[in-house]
C-alpha cells in the first residue's frame, strides 16, 4: 500500500459527532455522576507515590500520569460526555479503606488489588494482571499500612486480570513449602487455561483492540476502559495454580483467623466466579458480578457466551443471604456501596438489568426477530437507563442483547441466504463489482458521510477495503468513519475497537514473530494433560492426517505421565497403564520442557542440550509431528483480509 497521500493522523469531531455528543451531555443519568464519584474518593489513604510502574527491563507498564488530560470538567467533542465522566471516575487512583480492616488499590491496573487484615498477615484478593503492577500495589499497602506478610491468596474467577500478576505478590515456594493457601472457584484453572492458553492467541489481539493497548492516550485515542484505565503494556504474567477449590455456596473457611462465606456464581461474569462475605466484618465481594458499569454477557476480546439468567439469580440469592448482615459490599473493579438500602438497590438494578436483557431478547425471538433486529430496538426501562451504574461503559444493550440471541439460537438467524455466505475477502469484490467499482462506491459513500451516516459508510466501505486492501481512498474513508464512531461512543471497548482499526487501515497492523505463547510462570501451572490440549490446537489437522503417532510422556520433575495420540488429524488422551506400545514416541521431561515443546518456543536439541528433554524413542516420529504444527503471530489483520 501506497501511504504517501494518505492522512495518518487522527482527526477532530466533525459538526454532526459535536453535535451528537454535546446533546448527550443532557442525559438524565448524569445528574448522578457527582455522587457517583464521591463514592470513587471515598476513603482515599493515599495517591500512588509515583504515577507510574516501571519493568526491570527499564519500561513504563504503566502511566497513570498518561490521563492528566482528563482534568478537564467538561468533554471535548471527540468524547462521550458519559464515557468522560467514568473515565475521570476511575482516574481515582491510590490505596482506599473500603472498611476497617478491608483496603483496595485502584488505578494500578484494569482491576482492584483488595487486602484484608488477619491475625499473621494480609490476605490478597485479585493480584491484578502483571507481576509488576500487583507488586507496585502490594508496596503502596506496605507504605501506608506497614509491612505484614501475604498469608493467602483468593482469585474472584478465572479472567487474567484477577490472577496474573501473582508472583509480584507470593512466589511457588510461599505455597508449597510456606503454606500460603490460594484459593478460587472450582473448575477455574481448566477455564483460565481455555481463554489465556488454548485461544490465548487470537483472545489476546482483540484484546489489544478492545482495550486501545496500540492507542495513544488522549482526547482522541484512548481514554479508559470502561471497568479501569485499561491493561499494563508488555509486562510480566504469571499463574500459581489454585490449592484450595471452593464448589459450593456455604462453604465456610477460616483463613488467617478471619472467616469467609462463599457463595459460587459459575456461568456469570465467568465460566468460574464466586463472591463471598466476611460475616464478623459484614463486609461482601461481589467479585466482578457487580460492578458501576453494565456489564458483558458477550465480550468482544470473544469468550464464552455469559448466562443472564443465571447471572440475574445468583444476585438475587446474593440479596437473599447477605443483605441483612452486610454494611459494605465492594467488587474487583469501581468503588463499594455502603449501607443496606445503597446495597440492595445496586444489586437489586443490576439484577432486573440482566433479567430484563434476557427475557426481552427472547421475547422479540419469539416474534422472529433476528439479533440484529432486537440489538437495534432494544433499550433498557427508564429507572435502569437513568442508573450511572449500568451504563454501557463496557458492555452494552446491543451486544448483550446478541449475547442472549446467541446463548440459545446461535449465529444462524434461520434465513437461508445466511446458512453459507461467501467469506469477507470474496464477499466484498461481488459487492463492489454489483455497485458499480471502487471509485462509485466511494463517491456514494462520501456523501453518507457528509450526512453523518457513518455506520453505512463504515460496512459499505469495509467491502472495498477487502476487495482491494491496498486502495488508500478507501481505507481512509473507512477509518475516518470508524473514528467519528469512536468518538460518540459511551462503551469504552467500542470507542477503543473503532479507533484502533481506525488507527490500522491508515499505519498498517503492527508485525510480530511467529511463536506467541504463554509465559514460562503461567506453563508452570498448567498441567500435562492440559498442554497435551493445547498442542492439538497448533496441529495443522490436515498435514497430520495422513499419518498417525503415540506418544508416551513422564515428567520427570512431577508425578504426571501422560499418553497421548494422533490419528485422522486429531488429539486424544490415552490412558497410560501398562506397557508403551510398540512404535510409539517415548519422552522423558521436565515439565517446563514439555511446555516448551508444546508451545514451540524451544527446539529439541536445545532441550537435550540442557539435559531437560530425553527422547528415548521415536525421535524421528517426534520430530515429523511437531512438523506438522503450526506456529502464531500474535499481530495477524483484522481490519484489512
Not at 453523518?452 to 467491502?463: K, L, P, S
Not at 506467541?516 to 503461567?522: A, K
Not at 497435551?532 to 498435514?543: E, F, I, M, P, Q
Request: hydrophobic content about 40%.
Amino acid at each position: 500500500m501506497d501511504d504517501s497521500t494518505a492522512d495518518l493522523t487522527p482527526k477532530p469531531a466533525t459538526d454532526r459527532t459535536a453535535a451528537r455528543n454535546a446533546a448527550a451531555a443532557s442525559a438524565a443519568h448524569l445528574a448522578t455522576s457527582r455522587s457517583e464519584r464521591e463514592r470513587a474518593r471515598r476513603g482515599l489513604v493515599a495517591r500512588p507515590d509515583d504515577p507510574t510502574v516501571d519493568h526491570p527491563g527499564g519500561w513504563a507498564v504503566w502511566d497513570h500520569g498518561a490521563f492528566e488530560f482528563l482534568d478537564d470538567d467538561s468533554a471535548p467533542p471527540e468524547v462521550h460526555p458519559s464515557l468522560w465522566e467514568q473515565a475521570r471516575r476511575n482516574t481515582e487512583a491510590g490505596l482506599f479503606e473500603v472498611a476497617p480492616g478491608f483496603h483496595q488499590v485502584r488505578g494500578f491496573d484494569l482491576a482492584n488489588l483488595t487486602v484484608v487484615d488477619g491475625e499473621k498477615g494480609r490476605i490478597v484478593i485479585d493480584p491484578l494482571t502483571s507481576n509488576q503492577t500487583a507488586a507496585a500495589a502490594m508496596a503502596l499497602v506496605d507504605r501506608h499500612l506497614g509491612e505484614r506478610p501475604v498469608t493467602a491468596v483468593i482469585y474472584t474467577h478465572s479472567h487474567v486480570d484477577h490472577f496474573a500478576g501473582v508472583r509480584g505478590v507470593i512466589d511457588e515456594a510461599d505455597v508449597m513449602t510456606g503454606g500460603i493457601p490460594v484459593i478460587a472457584p472450582s473448575g477455574f484453572l481448566a477455564a483460565a487455561v481455555s481463554e489465556n492458553v488454548v485461544a490465548g492467541v487470537a483472545m489476546t489481539r482483540r484484546a489489544s483492540y478492545m482495550y486501545g493497548a496500540l492507542l495513544p492516550k488522549g482526547t482522541r485515542g484512548h481514554v479508559d476502559a470502561g471497568l479501569g484505565k485499561g491493561i499494563p503494556l508488555l509486562a510480566d504474567q504469571s499463574l500459581i495454580a489454585p490449592t484450595v477449590h471452593i464448589a459450593e455456596t456455604g462453604t465456610e473457611l477460616v483463613v488467617d483467623g478471619v472467616r469467609i462465606v462463599f457463595q459460587v456464581t459459575p456461568d456469570t461474569e465467568a465460566p468460574a466466579e464466586m463472591n463471598f462475605h466476611f460475616p464478623d466484618h459484614r463486609v461482601l465481594c461481589l467479585a466482578e458480578n457487580c460492578t458501576c458499569t453494565l456489564h458483558n454477557l458477550y465480550t468482544p476480546r470473544g469468550a464464552p457466551v455469559r448466562d443472564a439468567l443465571a447471572w440475574s439469580q445468583y444476585l438475587q440469592e446474593a440479596i437473599d443471604l447477605y443483605a441483612d448482615v452486610t454494611d459494605v459490599a465492594f467488587a474487583s473493579h469501581h468503588w463499594p456501596r455502603w449501607g443496606r438500602e445503597e446495597i440492595v438497590g445496586h444489586l437489586g438494578r443490576q439484577r432486573d438489568g440482566y433479567r430484563f436483557l434476557h427475557d426481552q431478547v427472547l421475547r422479540l425471538a419469539n416474534h422472529g426477530l433476528t439479533s440484529t433486529e432486537i440489538a437495534e430496538e432494544l433499550r433498557l426501562p427508564p429507572a435502569l437507563e437513568a442508573d450511572t451504574a449500568l451504563r454501557g461503559y463496557y458492555g452494552t444493550v446491543s451486544h448483550n442483547a446478541k449475547a442472549v440471541y446467541q446463548r440459545y439460537l446461535g449465529w444462524f438467524d434461520g434465513n437461508p441466504a445466511h446458512l453459507q455466505p461467501h467469506p469477507p475477502a470474496e464477499a466484498s469484490r461481488r459487492y463492489v463489482d454489483y455497485m458499480g467499482g471502487p471509485d462509485e462506491v466511494l463517491r456514494r459513500a462520501r456523501v453518507s458521510f457528509d450526512e453523518g451516516d457513518y455506520r453505512w459508510v463504515a460496512e459499505v466501505v469495509g467491502h472495498v477495503v477487502f476487495a482491494d486492501p491496498d486502495n488508500v481512498a478507501a481505507r481512509g474513508l473507512q477509518a475516518d468513519a470508524f473514528e467519528q464512531l469512536g468518538y460518540q461512543s459511551e462503551s469504552a471497548p467500542w470507542r477503543d475497537f473503532y479507533l484502533t482499526g481506525a488507527q490500522e487501515l491508515r499505519n498498517g497492523h503492527p508485525s510480530s514473530n511467529p511463536g506467541h505463547g504463554p509465559s514460562p510462570e503461567t506453563v508452570a501451572a498448567i498441567d500435562s494433560a492440559q498442554l497435551v490440549d493445547a498442542l492439538g490446537v497448533r496441529l495443522d489437522g490436515l498435514r497430520a492426517a495422513e499419518r498417525s503417532w503415540v506418544v508416551d510422556v513422564t515428567i520427570t520433575d512431577r508425578d504426571e505421565r501422560v499418553r497421548f495420540g494422533v490419528s485422522n488429524g486429531a488429539v486424544h488422551h490415552e490412558r497410560p497403564d501398562g506397557e508403551v506400545p510398540a512404535g510409539a514416541v517415548v519422552v522423558l521431561a521436565a515439565h517446563a520442557a514439555f511446555g516448551a515443546v508444546v508451545f514451540g518456543s524451544a527446539t529439541i536439541e536445545d532441550l537435550e542440550a540442557a539435559g531437560q528433554l530425553q527422547v528415548s524413542a521415536g525421535r524421528e516420529d517426534l520430530e515429523a509431528l511437531l512438523a506438522v504444527c503450526d506456529s502464531f503471530s500474535l499481530m495477524f489483520p483484522i481490519v484489512t483480509p
